[in-house]
C-alpha cells in the first residue's frame, strides 16, 4: 500500500472521529497521530487533505449533495460522507491527482472501511461529479 493510500486513511479515521467526538471539527492531528501511532511519511499529505476538506468543507458538502441523488449528506453513513468529502477535495482542488486515481481510492478505501453497498455508491456520485467537470471543460474548449 503506497504512502498516499496510507494518508488518505489517516485522514479518513481523523475526520470519523472528529465527527463522532461531536462536530465538524477535528481533534487535534498530532495527538490523534500519536495516539494511534500512525506512519510518519502519511502525516504531510493526510494533514493537506484533513486543512482542504475543513477549508472547502461547504463548497464540498454542496457538491455531494448535487450529486448524490436521493440522498442527503446527514442520511449517508459517517464513513461514506467522509470517504466522499476527501475524494471531492482532491478532484476538485488537488491538480496532482488524477480524476481516476481519486474516484478509484475512493471506492478502495469504502471497500475495506464501508459497507458492501458503499463502494457502488461512492463510484456514483464521484462519476456524476467527474462527467461534470469533463462536460464543462469540453463546453468550454468549444466557445473558446
Known amino acids: 500500500m503506497g ?3 496510507k494518508s488518505r486513511e489517516l485522514a479518513l479515521q481523523a475526520l470519523f472521529q472528529g465527527e463522532l467526538a461531536g462536530g465538524a471539527g477535528l481533534l487535534d492531528f498530532a495527538e490523534f497521530c500519536a495516539h494511534f501511532q500512525a506512519n510518519k511519511k502519511a502525516i504531510p499529505y ?3 487533505l484533513l ?20 440522498w442527503r449528506l446527514e442520511r449517508m453513513s459517517v464513513i461514506d460522507r467522509n470517504i466522499l468529502r476527501l475524494a471531492v477535495f482532491e478532484l476538485r482542488f488537488q491538480e496532482d491527482v488524477p480524476t481516476s486515481v481519486a ?3 475512493a471506492v478502495e478505501i469504502a471497500k475495506r472501511y464501508a459497507t458492501d ?13 467527474a ?14
Request: no cysteine.
Open 3 to 5: 504512502i498516499r493510500r
Open 46 to 48: 493526510a494533514k493537506t
Open 51 to 70: 486543512d482542504g476538506v475543513q477549508e472547502k468543507r461547504q463548497e464540498i458538502d454542496q457538491l455531494i449533495g448535487r450529486h448524490a441523488e436521493n
Open 103 to 105: 474516484i478509484n481510492e
Open 117 to 129: 453497498d458503499s463502494a457502488p455508491f461512492i463510484n456514483g456520485v464521484l462519476d456524476s461529479m
Open 131 to 144: 462527467g461534470e467537470e469533463i462536460s464543462a471543460a469540453e463546453h468550454k474548449a468549444k466557445n473558446s
